[in-house]
Nanobody, 115 residues
Framework: QVQLVESGGGSVQAGGSLTLSCVAS????????MGWYRQAPGKQRELVAD???????YYADSVRGRFTISRDRAKNTVYLQMESLKPEDTALYFC?????????WGQGTQVTVSS
């Protein structure tokens, strides 16, 4: 079971920036997708962005143009660069590794954006 450890969360004011990191315990090459999800209190977990093994990237409409997902294969790390943060971006952010029939989640890192 791959272990995923997220970091980089914190508290920022609206308009600020944060970069989240997700370090995997093994190469992410075998996973079809590496993704970032978030869950706000009282809401369902939602996909924020993901990147396929072939490099195809998806962004949720709510973050497109403000967030950037990237990966460093040598470091087994996936990043989520977040800019122009809004209070509605406040959530617990999770990293997920997936392939058909398998998925693994990290523990999450909290992002709080104040107005």
């Amino acid at each position: 079971q791959v272990q995923l450890v997220e970091s980089g969360g914190g508290s920022v004011q609206a308009g600020g920036s944060l970069t989240l990191s997700c370090v995997a315990s093994e190469s992410t090459e075998r996973f079809s997708y590496m993704g970032w999800y978030r869950q706000a209190p009282g809401k369902q977990r939602e996909l924020v962005a993901d990147i396929s093994s072939g490099g195809t990237i998806y962004y949720a409409d709510s973050v497109r143009g403000r967030f950037t997902i990237s990966r460093d294969r040598a470091k087994n790390t996936v990043y989520l660069q977040m800019e122009s943060l809004k209070p509605e971006d406040t959530a617990l952010y999770f990293c997920k590794a997936s392939q058909p029939g398998y998925e693994s989640w990290g523990q999450g890192t909290q992002v709080t954006v104040s107005s």
